[in-house]
C-alpha cells in the first residue's frame, strides 16, 4: 500500500465568473520513503493539490468534485475534526514558501514552536523540544533564538524555522511547496542540502513543489509534471531529463537558461497558459503543441499505465518506457 | 567616449546602514551590463540611484556627463525621458484602475503634444513592438497574465524613446516558459532600438545570456567586475566562484 | 482623462462586466441585497414622493383640526397628527429633506476631508504632522456635542444643522484617506511613474484619487445612514428644522408629549429613521465586497 494514494481527484473554484476546474483528475501515488518533485508553472495546480492533502484549500470557494485522496489507508476528504487535525503535523508536515509571510511577526519564536508543539498534545519539556527541534535544523544559539522574533532573522533562518516546525509532530510525510523560492541561491543550497539530510536521517517520505527543475533535480528521485491541472508526465528524474516525452516537458527543458551553455538561447512555450475556467477540449496543452493531432482536441490522453486509458487504438508507442525498472509514463498522444 | 551613466564613488546611507559602500559604476550607450548579487548586496539601489530614486550620500551620479548628484525635477529631465525601468514585480508596476491603454500613454502625454488619434497609434505600435496586439489597449491589468504584464510595462518603458533601460530583475517573478519569451524579446528589442541595458539580477544564466559585461556586488561593494564570459565563466574573487558554484545546474542530455 | 477614453464597443463591454459582477455579488447575499431595495426605495420615494402623496398640502402645516390625532386607517396609514395632518404624507415628504441633508453632510465632509487626506499621507512630513494634529483635536471632541455647540451659536434651522454636522464629520475622512494614500506612495507604479517625470500633481491626480476611491465609497455610503441619524437628532432637540417642516426628528420631537397613546405619531417616523440607517449600512457592506477584492469571494 502506497504511503500517499490520490486517484481521479477533480477540484474545482467557483467564482463570479464561472468555475475554474483547477484540478482534472490526478493520479499519484508516493510510496513511503520516496522522494518525489513536483514541477510545473503558473496555474498547474500543483500548490493546490499539496494543499488538498492536508484540506488546506477553503471549502467553499473550492469543491471536491470526485476522486479520493488516501494516506496511509485513511481517506483524506472525509476526515473530520480530530482526525483532521491529527493528520495535520502528525501524519503531513508542510512546509511553506515565504518565510517572512507563514510566521507570525508579533509572536517570538519560542512561543510559536511552542503553539506547535502543544497542539500536537505536548505539554511538558516544551523548552527542551524547542531547542532539539531548532538544533536538528542546524540553527545554533537555539537557546537565545527562542526569545528572538522573526524579522531579527535572516531569510534562511526563517526558512529553518518552518521546517522545524513542519517537522515538530514527527511526520511521515514532509510536503515543501517552493521552500527556497525566496531565498538567495547560496542560502538555497543549505537550505536543500538541509532538507535533504533530514529526509535521510529521519526517514521521510518527501513531496517537493517547485517550478524549479534544478531544485527538484537537486533533491528527488521521481518527479511528476503538471501542466493546467493535470499530471502529463511521472518519471524517474534522470530519465525525465535525458529523455523528455511530453511536448510540454521538452518545452520547459529548452526555455530554461543554461549558464554553462550561452550560446544557446532559451526558447519560450508560444501562446500561453489557458483559462481554467473555460479549457482547451481534450488535452489541455494542444492549442500550443507543435505535435498536436485531431485525436488530442477530442479526447484528453491519461497517463499510460492506467487500466482503463483512453483509445489504445490511437496511441503510438505507447508502452510505458522503462528505465532500470521504474516507469516512464507520459500523458500524451505523440509521446 | 562619456558614460551615459555613471556612479563615481557613491555611497548611500538608510540610517547608520550603508546599503552602497563606496562604488564606482558606468554604463555606456548601447552596452548591456549585469548587475548580479544577493539580497543586500545593494545592486537594487544601485538601480533606484541612477533613477534618482534614491540620493546619494557621498560620491556623484552622472548623466551623459552632467552631474545629476543632487538635482531636482527641471535639472533630471533629460535623465527622466532618456532613461527609463522596468521592475520586478509586473503585478505591482502598473496602476490597477488604468486601462494598458492608459499606462503605456502615460509617459507620451507627460511629453505632452500630442493628438489622440498619432496617440491611440503610437501606443498600438508600442504594443507591436513587445508582440502584444492592439486588442491589448481596453484590457485592465487583472485580466492579463505575468508575461503580457510585464511586456506592457516594456512597452511603457520604450515609449518616450529612451537610451537605455534601467531592469530589475523582470523575469524573477514569471514562470520559465515566460522568461524566455522576455529575454527573446529584450534582446531583439534591444538590436532594433540601440538601447544600453542596466540588468539587475540574481540569476547569473540569464545575465550570461544577456550581458556583454557583468559587475557582482557583495555587501554594496563591488568585488569583481569585467566581460561577462569573463566573470561568469573563470571568476577571480572568491565569492564570485561561491555564487557560481550555488547554480543549480538541470543536467541534461 | 477624456482623450484617453477608448472606443466605445470596448467601454460597453467592460462596463456590461462589471454589472455582472456587482449583480453576482449582491445576489450572493440577502443582507447586501435588503441595503440595496431599501436605498433603492429612499431614492425613489426622495424623487417621486410628492407626486404620491394623498395629502400634499398637510407636508407644509395645513390645519384640519377635526381630524387631529387619529390612528392608523385605510384613511390615513400612519394616523394623523396634532394638527390633523396625514402622518404618511410628511414622512414621505421629509425623505427628501432627510435625504438631501444626508447627501449634503457627506458631500461638504469629504470634499474636505479627502483632499486633506490624500495629501496628508502623500507628502508626509511636517504637513502631516499638522493636517493629523488638528484632525486629532476636531476627533477629539464628541460629534454631536460639538455640532450642537456649533447650531446653538448660528441659530436653529437645517442648513444650520447641515453645515455643523459637515464640520464634525470631515476628520473621519482624512485619517482614512490619509492612510491609503500612505500606502499608496510605496507602490511600484507610483514610482514608475516618477521615473517618467510626472510631478506631484500629476501623481495625485492620476494614480493616488483613483485608488483611494473604493474606501471612500464605502465609507459615504455608511456616512448617510449615520449623517441622517445625526441631523434627526438635531431636530429632535429642536435645534434643526423647525415646525411644520416635516423632518423625521422634528416630527418625534413633537410626538413625545404625546407618547404612549398616541403611538404612532413617532413610531413611523422612528421606522423611517431606522430603515435608512439600516439601508446604507447593509449598502456599504455590500460595496465593500465588491470592491475589495480580498473580502470578495470569487
Not at chain 1, 187 to 195: F, H, K, M, S, T
Request: proline share 6%; with cysteine.
Amino acid at each position: 500500500m502506497s504511503l500517499l494514494e490520490v486517484r481521479g481527484y477533480r477540484l474545482a473554484f467557483d467564482g463570479y465568473e464561472g468555475t475554474a476546474q483547477v484540478l482534472n483528475g490526478i493520479d499519484l501515488s508516493v510510496e513511503e520513503g520516496e522522494a518525489v518533485g513536483i514541477v510545473g508553472e503558473t496555474g498547474c495546480g500543483k500548490s493546490v493539490l499539496a494543499r488538498s492533502l492536508l484540506r488546506l484549500n477553503p471549502e467553499p470557494p473550492a469543491r471536491i468534485v470526485s476522486g479520493s485522496i488516501r494516506f496511509a489507508g485513511e481517506d483524506v476528504l472525509t476526515m473530520r475534526g480530530a482526525a483532521l487535525r491529527k493528520l495535520r503535523g502528525t501524519g503531513i508536515g508542510m512546509v511553506f514558501q515565504d518565510p517572512a509571510t507563514y510566521l507570525n511577526p508579533v509572536f517570538t519564536i519560542g512561543r510559536q514552536l511552542e503553539d506547535v508543539l502543544r497542539a500536537h498534545g505536548h505539554r511538558r519539556g516544551i523548552a527542551d523540544r524547542s531547542v532539539a527541534l531548532l538544533e536538528s535544523v542546524q540553527l545554533r544559539d537555539a537557546g537565545a533564538l527562542l526569545r528572538r522574533y522573526p524579522h531579527e532573522l535572516s531569510g534562511g533562518m526563517r526558512q529553518r524555522v518552518l521546517i522545524a516546525q513542519a517537522l515538530a509532530g514527527n511526520p511521515r510525510l514532509l510536503v515543501a511547496d517552493e521552500p527556497t523560492t525566496a531565498l538567495d541561491v547560496t542560502v538555497q543550497r543549505q537550505v536543500l542540502a538541509l532538507i535533504a539530510d533530514l529526509v535521510t536521517r529521519l526517514r521521510l517520505t518527501l513531496l517537493l513543489i517547485s517550478h524549479d527543475l534544478g531544485v527538484i533535480g537537486a533533491l528527488c528521485r521521481r518527479v511528476v509534471v503538471m501542466y493546467a491541472g493535470t499530471i502529463i508526465e511521472d518519471a524517474p528524474t534522470a530519465a525525465l531529463l535525458s529523455t523528455p516525452r511530453h511536448p510540454y516537458t521538452r518545452g520547459l527543458l529548452a526555455a530554461v537558461p543554461d549558464l554553462d551553455r550561452p550560446d544557446r538561447l532559451p526558447r519560450g512555450i508560444p501562446g500561453s497558459i489557458p483559462s481554467l475556467r473555460d479549457p482547451p477540449s481534450g488535452c489541455r496543452f494542444h492549442p500550443r503543441c507543435p505535435l498536436a493531432m485531431p485525436v488530442c482536441a477530442s479526447q484528453a490522453p491519461r497517463l499510460d499505465g492506467d487500466g482503463g486509458g483512453g483509445p489504445a487504438g490511437d496511441r503510438r508507442g505507447d508502452q510505458a518506457g522503462c528505465s532500470g525498472g521504474e516507469p516512464h509514463r507520459v500523458a500524451c498522444y505523440a509521446a | 567616449m562619456t558614460a551615459l551613466l555613471a556612479a563615481e564613488h557613491v555611497v548611500v546611507r538608510f540610517g547608520t546602514h550603508r546599503a552602497v559602500d563606496g562604488v564606482d559604476l558606468a554604463l555606456h550607450a548601447g552596452e548591456t551590463l549585469g548587475l548580479v548579487g544577493e539580497s543586500g548586496s545593494g545592486k537594487t539601489t544601485m538601480l533606484r540611484l541612477f533613477l534618482r530614486l534614491v540620493d546619494a550620500s557621498e560620491g556623484r551620479v552622472l548623466f551623459a556627463g552632467t552631474d545629476i548628484t543632487h538635482g531636482r525635477d527641471a535639472a533630471l529631465r533629460a535623465l527622466r525621458r532618456q532613461v527609463q525601468v522596468v521592475f520586478q514585480n509586473p503585478h505591482a508596476a502598473l496602476d490597477p484602475r488604468m486601462s494598458v491603454f492608459a499606462a503605456v500613454a502615460e509617459p507620451l502625454r507627460l511629453l505632452g503634444g500630442r493628438s489622440r488619434a498619432a496617440l491611440r497609434d503610437h501606443v498600438a505600435a508600442l504594443l507591436g513592438d513587445v508582440g502584444l496586439g492592439t486588442e491589448f489597449m481596453a484590457r485592465y491589468p487583472h485580466e492579463l497574465s505575468g508575461g503580457q504584464k510585464q511586456r506592457v510595462c516594456i512597452a511603457r518603458a520604450l515609449a518616450p524613446q529612451p537610451r537605455a533601460l534601467l531592469l530589475d530583475e523582470p523575469t524573477s517573478a514569471l514562470d520559465v516558459s515566460v522568461q524566455a519569451q522576455i529575454i527573446e524579446l529584450l534582446a531583439a528589442l534591444r538590436v532594433r532600438h540601440g538601447l544600453a541595458y542596466l540588468f539587475v539580477s540574481h540569476n547569473l544564466a540569464v545575465v550570461r545570456l544577456l550581458c556583454e559585461r557583468a559587475a557582482v556586488m557583495q555587501n554594496g561593494r563591488i568585488v569583481e567586475q569585467g566581460a561577462a564570459a569573463q566573470v561568469l565563466a573563470e571568476p577571480r574573487h572568491p565569492y564570485t566562484r561561491a555564487l557560481l558554484d550555488s547554480v543549480l545546474r538541470v543536467a541534461q542530455a | 482623462m477624456s482623450d484617453l477614453a477608448l472606443p466605445r464597443t470596448q467601454e460597453a463591454g467592460l462596463a456590461l462586466r462589471r454589472l455582472r459582477f456587482l449583480v453576482w455579488t449582491f445576489r450572493g447575499s440577502p443582507s447586501a441585497l435588503l441595503g440595496l431595495a431599501l436605498v433603492a426605495g429612499f431614492l425613489l420615494l426622495a424623487a417621486f414622493g410628492p407626486w404620491l402623496v394623498p395629502d400634499p398640502a398637510d407636508a407644509t402645516g395645513a390645519m384640519h383640526l377635526a381630524q387631529r390625532l387619529q390612528p392608523p386607517s385605510a384613511l390615513h396609514w400612519f394616523g394623523t397628527d396634532e394638527m390633523g395632518d396625514d402622518i404618511f404624507t410628511r414622512v414621505i415628504i421629509g425623505t427628501r429633506t432627510s435625504l438631501w441633508v444626508g447627501l449634503t453632510i457627506t458631500g461638504i465632509a469629504a470634499l474636505i476631508g479627502v483632499p486633506l487626506g490624500v495629501v496628508s499621507g502623500y507628502r508626509g512630513g511636517a504637513l502631516r504632522a499638522v493636517i493629523m494634529r488638528v484632525t486629532d483635536v476636531f476627533l477629539a471632541v464628541p460629534g454631536l456635542v460639538l455640532a450642537l455647540a456649533i447650531v446653538a451659536a448660528l441659530g436653529p434651522s437645517t442648513l444650520h444643522g447641515v453645515v455643523a454636522l459637515a464640520i464634525v464629520w470631515w476628520p473621519g475622512y482624512v485619517r482614512l484617506i490619509e492612510a491609503k494614500a500612505l500606502t499608496l506612495r510605496g507602490e511600484p507604479y507610483v514610482e514608475v511613474a516618477r521615473t517618467m517625470g510626472a510631478g506631484h500633481a500629476w501623481i495625485l491626480t492620476r494614480h493616488i484619487l483613483p485608488n483611494c476611491f473604493s474606501p471612500f465609497v464605502v465609507k459615504a455610503s455608511m456616512d448617510m445612514g449615520l449623517a441622517v441619524l445625526a441631523a434627526a437628532s438635531l431636530g429632535f432637540i429642536g435645534l434643526g428644522a423647525k415646525p411644520p417642516a416635516p423632518e423625521w426628528g422634528a416630527m418625534i420631537s413633537v410626538a413625545r408629549s404625546y407618547m404612549p397613546d398616541q403611538w404612532w405619531y413617532s413610531f413611523f417616523p422612528g421606522l423611517f429613521i431606522f430603515l435608512t440607517v439600516l439601508g446604507f449600512s447593509l449598502f456599504g457592506d455590500g460595496l465593500r465586497d465588491i470592491l475589495d477584492p480580498r473580502s470578495a469571494r470569487g
